[in-house]
């Protein structure tokens, strides 16, 4: 069987195209944040977490020459921070499925909450979801949650892949 990720001539040229769609989505992010006046609730904000992490280990790929040990290792940081990701992702598509009277109708924003309480309970009430978790924005006929999972799945399939890339020779 062809490994998809033979196009890349490198482990390092395909991490870090990893890296930059981790970093487009996030641009992508703060567009429909800042443009199209999304607000992002707090489920919406731990999966950017979640990205970042995965975009780290996507850059370290990119900056250290890997082996296969170091390839096998950034794979599992990847399943780490993108089974986080898409665990998060799918939670929130959990509670887009609910009725909104099902759900606390407390607003609180992502900033306050991190100022007014401990990290574990803000991370404990927005994994309850609220109002605003419910709330669905279409991209190409899918919620943002979908198009997320999707992402973290694909990227920890492909770092598994990458365990068994062979560099091209000139």
């Known amino acids: 069987m062809v490994n998809p990720l033979s196009i890349f001539p490198s482990r390092r040229v395909a991490y870090a195209f ?5 970093a487009a ?5 703060y567009y429909l944040q800042y443009v199209k006046e999304l607000e992002p609730c707090p489920m919406c904000w731990f999966q950017r977490g979640a990205l970042l992490l995965m975009a780290l280990v ?10 296969t040990r170091g390839a096998i290792i950034l794979a599992i940081g990847t399943l780490v921070t993108g089974g986080l990701g898409a665990a998060l992702a799918a939670r929130h598509l959990y509670i887009q499925s609910l009725p909104a009277d099902q759900l606390p109708s407390c607003g609180m924003g992502i900033t306050y909450m991190l100022e007014a309480f401990p ?5 404990s009430r927005a994994l309850k979801g609220s109002v605003e978790c419910n709330k669905i924005d279409l991209i190409l006929g899918l919620p943002i949650p979908a198009w997320n999972l999707a992402f973290f799945v694909v990227a920890v399939i492909a770092a598994f892949l990458l365990i068994g890339h062979r560099s091209k020779k000139a």
């Open 18 to 22: 990893g890296f930059f769609v981790c």
């Open 119 to 123: 990290f574990l309970d803000v991370f």
């Open 58 to 67: 996507f850059l370290i790929g990119a900056v250290v020459k890997t082996q």
């Open 25 to 29: 989505l996030m641009a992508y992010a």
